[in-house]
Structures are given as structure tokens and as C-alpha cells.
């Protein structure tokens, strides 16, 4: 089975909040994108929100940010952020960033771009609690699944089966159950979710969904 983790991506702060409350009734556990523009072309809230902001549920931070260090720092101080997830295809230090993160206490996750082959990344899976795959431009909701997600999931595991991996982009009614079924541990869902007619029921569906066992 998977968990459904509701996924903020959104350059309004009243938006944010509105979103994060919803999101608050449903999952345990809540995805917020920060973007900054260059490591891809849409700009979100920053750190500064969501420290504004508190919640009363876990959050983990994707960070598609071009320099992750500073981020990490003040996420690092937050007791509601459990994860903290940066891109493999960043400028500086892995390793450094890593450390970073651990030593703050949170939870490490690496991403990686639909065109970054996972096996660049093998290096780093013991040190890390989460490789998240990215099946399509990051930065923009509502995309398709990529076609070969279902193999890259398959392959991750097959290299290291205890590593949880997580599926963003393009997750939705009509695919979360064969990803969760190939092995996906979490399951990030934004338009499917936010755009429905009714969200809790959305996500109750999803949720039951991602539940079957494999």
C-alpha cells in the first residue's frame, strides 16, 4: 500500500494557507514545493510562509531550488517539518547538504529529474530515508504521468528495496493504484485533489485506491 500526500504548489500565500487547512483534515503528512525560479521557471511561496504559517500536521519540503543549503538551515528549526527533499541535480555539495539535513533531525530525500538516470544517484541511497522520482517538469501541476515511471520505481527497488520511493507529477485516480502496486510508497497528488468538485471525497477515493495491497 501507498500513502496519498497532498502537494502545495502555490505563489499565493492566502492560497497556501487556504490549501494547507484542507489539507490538514485528510492526510497526516503534507507536501509543500518551494521553487525559486531558476532551478525551474515557476516561483512559489518561500520559507518565509511557512514559517509564518504553522501546522498541525507533518510537512515535507521539496525543495527545487538551485541552492538548497540556505533553505535547509531554516526549515531545520521548524518543529512541523519532518522531511526535507532536495534535487540530485543541484550546484554544490550533496554530501554537505545531507549532513545538513540530518543533523537538524529531519527526515533526507533525494529527487530526481524525469531524465536523471537513477542509477547516478546509487551512491547516495544508504544515506538517504526517501528517493522521490519526478515523472514530468518540475515546478508545474496538473502533467501527466511519464510513461516509464512504473520501470523507475521498479528499478530503485530492485536496487535498494528497503529505500522508500515517492511518485510526483501526474498522480490520479486512473493510476494510483498500478503505482502503488509497482512498489511506490508515497503517492504526492495536487490537481487531482484541489480541482475536484469535492476534495475530501477526492482524496478518500485516491486514498482506498493507493491501500490495495500489492
Same mark, same amino acid.
Given at each position: 500500500m501507498a500513502v496519498i500526500v497532498p502537494g502545495i504548489l502555490t505563489d499565493s500565500e492566502e492560497d497556501y494557507q487556504k490549501r494547507l487547512r484542507l489539507a490538514e483534515h485528510v492526510a497526516d503528512l503534507i507536501q509543500i514545493d518551494v521553487v525559486d525560479g531558476k532551478f525551474a521557471k515557476s516561483k512559489t511561496v518561500g520559507v518565509d510562509v511557512i514559517k509564518k504559517v504553522p501546522s498541525i500536521k507533518s510537512l515535507e519540503i521539496q525543495l527545487m531550488v538551485v541552492k538548497p543549503s540556505g533553505y535547509c538551515d531554516e526549515l531545520g528549526k521548524l518543529n512541523f517539518v519532518s522531511r526535507i527533499i532536495f534535487p540530485f541535480e543541484i550546484e554544490g555539495d550533496i554530501e554537505e547538504i545531507i549532513y545538513t539535513v540530518k543533523k537538524s533531525g529531519? %527526515?533526507?530525500? +533525494?529527487? +530526481?529529474?524525469? %531524465?536523471? %538516470?537513477i542509477t547516478k544517484a546509487v551512491d547516495f541511497f544508504d544515506d538517504i530515508? +526517501? +528517493?522521490l522520482l519526478m515523472t514530468g517538469r518540475p515546478g508545474f501541476s496538473g502533467q501527466k504521468l511519464g510513461e516509464d515511471t512504473y520501470e523507475r520505481i521498479h528499478q530503485a527497488k530492485m536496487i535498494s528495496e528497503g529505500l522508500a520511493v515517492e511518485i510526483d507529477i501526474g498522480v490520479n485516480?486512473?493510476?494510483v493504484e498500478k503505482l502503488a502496486r509497482a512498489g511506490a510508497d508515497f503517492l504526492v497528488t495536487s490537481s487531482a485533489i484541489y480541482n475536484a468538485r469535492d476534495f475530501y471525497v477526492a482524496f478518500e477515493k485516491l486514498a482506498k485506491l493507493a491501500s490495495m495491497r500489492r
Open positions: 529531519k %527526515q533526507i530525500g +533525494l529527487s +530526481l529529474n524525469p %531524465q536523471t %538516470q530515508d +526517501l +528517493l485516480e486512473t493510476n
